[in-house]
């Protein structure tokens, strides 16, 4: 039981035992017994009395930030952000970003490896007090197995990616598809709290699918759900990354915008992008531009959305999900990219069941990832306790 009031004190901090037996469905002596465990291992603290509203008031207790921290590892297929943060949710060093190119290095592990020990050694925090790394990253993920069959290659035969880095990192790591771990954010801190039926749509180098069903994160039989990516809808022949042709992903992601921006807008002279940079800081330049009324750039995001909206509605008519929540790197042109979804959404759904789904634009912010890799380890901390 200590284990399910542990994570209820994460996700929602402050909270009484009448508050916890409530919510977990557990007598008050059965929850007031897992937290005086909690606190006699330091994980819990008392953080005074709820405001009377007549009678006694009841104690509130809340997770000791300083007792364990978590590493967070958030990737695409190009950047990769690493953070640590405690057990309130707090970042003690701020994210930092990284260059690291996963398709086609077979240095890359390597790289990851040398780039989360560095984030550890100049925080100063003692591996002992770190509870797990959580990393969330792109590719076809075996979660049980711990392998990703796409990118991260493992040396020689070993082929266990997460055994590789518990290994080199010295500490437990959990690892899950980026887009899980986003659709996990929001599932845990997010639009999809009080939802049941959930699509979560990751916009950023790919375009990533996150599948809540039933209030709960769903991977399919063999851990592959979601490859939104990958559903051939294009009319176009170019080859995708996976062998196919006419992924969605062809023709639209922040990749495939920026490639269009410097093959047919670079050198226009009426065009306010910043060519300057890597694919990160151009595809920033495009969106802040759009937002600034650049109609190149517009034309580009809008082509983009309009193509993601008629896979989204090949989700709808599948799934009939109550919410849809829009997320990632792309949603910074904010509401530019809702009207080209909605159109297609109207020219491809069947009006009946598209008026009981909700399209939103996700409210976490940049570092839902990390957020969603911060639960991932939350969410498993009884497996890392009983494992060792």
């Given at each position: 039981m ?5 994570r ?5 901090h402050?909270?009484?035992c009448a508050?916890?037996s409530e ?5 008050i002596?059965?929850i007031?017994?897992?937290v005086d465990q ?12 709820a405001?009377?509203s ?5 104690r509130?207790?809340?997770l000791?930030?300083?007792?364990m921290?978590?590493v967070t ?5 190009l950047f990769?952000k ?9 970042n003690?060093i ?7 190119v ?6 890359s592990?390597h790289?990851l490896?040398?780039?989360?020990n560095?984030v550890i050694?100049?925080s ?6 770190i509870?797990?790394i ?6 076809f993920i075996?979660?049980t197995e711990?392998?990703?069959y ?6 020689g035969?070993?082929l266990n ?5 518990e290994e ?6 959990v690892?899950?598809?980026d887009s899980?771990i986003?659709?996990l954010a929001e599932?845990r801190f997010?639009l999809?709290?009080?939802?049941k039926?959930?699509?979560?749509v990751?916009?950023g ?8 069903i039933?209030?709960?994160?769903f ?8 490859e939104?990516?990958h559903i ?5 022949d170019i080859?995708c990354d996976c ?12 990749k ?6 410097l093959?047919?807008i ?9 060519f300057e940079?890597?694919?990160?800081e151009?595809?920033?330049s ?9 109609p190149?750039?517009?034309d580009?995001?809008t082509?983009m959305a309009y ?11 599948i799934?009939?999900p ?5 997320c990632?790197?792309?949603?910074s042109?904010?509401k530019?990219l809702m ?7 109207n ?5 009946r069941i598209?008026e009981?789904?909700k399209?939103k634009?996700?409210t976490?912010?940049?570092?839902a990832?990390l957020k969603?890799?911060a639960?991932?380890v939350?969410?498993?901390w009884?497996d890392?306790k009983t494992?060792?």
């Amino acid at each position: 039981m200590k284990y399910e009031v542990f994570r209820e004190f994460y996700y929602c901090h402050n909270l009484s035992c009448a508050e916890l037996s409530e919510t977990l469905g557990k007598s008050i002596p059965v929850i007031a017994k897992a937290v005086d465990q909690l606190i006699k291992s330091g994980y819990v603290v008392e953080t005074g009395y709820a405001p009377s509203s007549g009678g006694r008031p009841p104690r509130m207790y809340a997770l000791n930030p300083d007792k364990m921290f978590i590493v967070t590892v958030a990737m695409d297929q190009l950047f990769t952000k690493i953070a640590i943060s405690n057990l309130q949710q707090k970042n003690v060093i701020p994210p930092e970003t990284y260059e690291l190119v996963l398709p086609g290095n077979n240095c890359s592990l390597h790289a990851l490896i040398e780039l989360i020990n560095g984030v550890i050694s100049r925080s100063g925090t003692d591996r002992n007090s770190i509870m797990g790394i959580g990393i969330g990253m792109p590719g076809f993920i075996n979660t049980t197995e711990g392998i990703n069959y796409t990118y991260l290659p493992v040396e020689g035969q070993q082929l266990n990616l997460k055994k590789r880095l518990e290994e080199a990192l010295r500490l437990p790591v959990v690892i899950d598809n980026d887009s899980s771990i986003v659709a996990l954010a929001e599932l845990r801190f997010g639009l999809a709290r009080k939802s049941k039926d959930v699509m979560v749509v990751n916009i950023g180098w790919g375009i990533g699918l996150g599948m809540i069903i039933q209030g709960k994160l769903f991977r399919g039989y063999a851990g592959y759900a979601g490859e939104f990516s990958h559903i051939p809808i294009s009319e176009s022949d170019i080859l995708c990354d996976c062998g196919k042709r006419g992924c969605l992903e062809t023709v639209a992601t922040l990749k495939v915008i920026v490639d269009k921006a410097l093959s047919e807008i670079k050198d226009r002279k009426t065009s306010r992008i910043n060519f300057e940079g890597n694919y990160e800081e151009i595809s920033e330049s495009i969106m802040k531009v759009a937002n600034q009324g650049d109609p190149d750039a517009i034309d580009l995001l809008t082509d983009m959305a309009y193509k993601i909206g008629k896979g989204i509605a090949i989700l709808i008519h599948i799934v009939n999900p109550e919410l849809i929540v829009l997320c990632g790197r792309g949603i910074s042109s904010g509401k530019l990219l809702m009207a080209p979804v909605e159109q297609a959404l109207n020219r491809f759904c069947i009006p009946r069941i598209l008026e009981s789904t909700k399209v939103k634009m996700s409210t976490l912010g940049t570092h839902a990832a990390l957020k969603g890799a911060a639960a991932l380890v939350i969410d498993h901390w009884y497996d890392m306790k009983t494992s060792k």
